[in-house]
């Protein structure tokens, strides 16, 4: 492969489908896709098979809900504008508010879909701040003590998001302390999305305990539809990056393979979370005085020059040549809607590897696409 690129593994992306789709029916409840982490319009055709909406955040991710996947969007934003509301609601079906304010700005001009209350319960488990809706001082909802006891006629749902990547344990520890502060709540409403960062699809996940609350949540209150939007479980452990080593440069004894893939721009979440993303065939260790000479050791660089574009360090059971290939794998959710074409870096292609053993390149780019945006 003469470029680096993006695969998404068609056999796995169905695999996670069926397990979400096989926990929606048995725990009645609905799960609908979130553009933040997955938004690759071209695989659609196949989500369609398994699900019937998606979450939006912006105007374009509800137009791609749209006119893409074919079905109105869940949409939440922190802060909607008078510019783009009316377009927004037309691409909707649910527009949950952030803010009591932004509620009393826009209810009128969303009166034609099913509008609610983000909340925040003022709980997480989330330990990086980076991705802690509650953390204090957040942004995000409305807590308990500043809602009306009777809430507005046309409030028909509570948005409630306190998850990135977690189990369904922390989901029931959490749930506690909704039920605390908001079920007073939920006789007036018809339906509450508990968001995203539920990783279903990880081998770790307790299936029969989410489901499990979910029937017993039901019981308590029949009423209620249910409705999670994870984005990660649907493209968790679907397909890898493919990188190539480009130089090999040595400093102070640090040995640096230089790939033709960058952090900054084509992994952001490994150097913001940060986290270590598992490499094909090799091991990840931390450098120490006494293991940094190790010929097979090597930190990864960017071929950004950012100067901090780098991860350390991987240990290979042999020397790495020029021209070999690095296989970032699990770089499908979040990469591919994060990315960015900072210092007109070369883009990673995106593939899908079909059942049949065929791959097909979804999108190659060119130097038009960073033109583009600079216009």
Not at 11 to 33: F, P, Y
Not at 41 to 69: M, Q, V
Not at 153 to 173: K, N, Y
Not at 261 to 286: K, N, Q, W
């Amino acid at each position: 492969m003469a470029t680096p690129i993006y695969i998404i593994e068609e056999k796995k992306l169905r695999r996670n489908l069926r397990l979400i789709a096989d926990v929606a029916a048995k725990a009645d409840i609905e799960i609908i896709l979130a553009f933040k982490a997955f938004a690759l319009w071209k695989t659609f055709p196949i989500f369609r098979e398994y699900i019937n909406a998606t979450t939006a955040s912006s105007l374009s991710e509800a137009r791609l809900a749209f006119e893409e996947f074919g079905a109105p969007a869940h949409t939440f934003s922190p802060a909607y504008t008078d510019d783009e509301i009316d377009e927004i609601v037309r691409c909707s079906s649910h527009l949950s508010f952030n803010s009591l304010t932004q509620y009393e700005r826009y209810h009128e001009r969303a009166a034609s879909v099913s509008l609610g209350l983000r909340v925040n319960p003022e709980y997480s488990e989330v330990d990086t701040l980076l991705y802690n809706p509650c953390a204090p001082g957040t942004r995000f909802g409305v807590t308990a003590d500043k809602l009306p006891e009777q809430l507005p006629s046309d409030i028909e749902g509570f948005h409630c998001h306190c998850h990135c990547e977690s189990g369904a344990d922390v989901f029931q520890r959490t749930l506690v302390h909704i039920e605390e502060k908001f079920a007073k709540w939920f006789p007036q409403l018809k339906w509450i999305n508990f968001g995203g960062g539920h990783l279903m699809t990880r081998k770790d996940y307790d299936i029969d305990l989410l489901i499990s609350m979910m029937q017993d949540f039901h019981m308590r209150y029949p009423w209620l539809k249910v409705i999670l939007e994870p984005g990660s479980a649907f493209a968790w452990q679907t397909g890898p990056l493919v990188s190539h080593v480009v130089d090999i440069v040595e400093d102070k004894g640090i040995r640096t393979a230089i790939l033709d893939v960058s952090f900054t721009c084509h992994m952001p979440d490994c150097l913001e979370m940060p986290y270590y993303p598992e490499v094909r065939g090799a091991e990840h260790i931390d450098i120490t005085d006494s293991n940094h000479k190790v010929q097979s050791l090597y930190r990864f660089g960017g071929n950004s020059c950012l100067s901090g574009d780098y991860m350390s360090s991987w240990l290979f059971d042999h020397e790495l040549q020029i021209g070999e290939e690095v296989i970032f794998e699990d770089m499908i959710h979040y990469t591919t809607v994060k990315t960015n074409t900072f210092n007109g870096i070369s883009h990673p292609s995106i593939g899908m590897l079909h059942e049949n053993g065929e791959l097909e390149i979804l999108r190659r780019f060119t130097y038009e696409d960073y033109r583009n945006r600079m216009d």
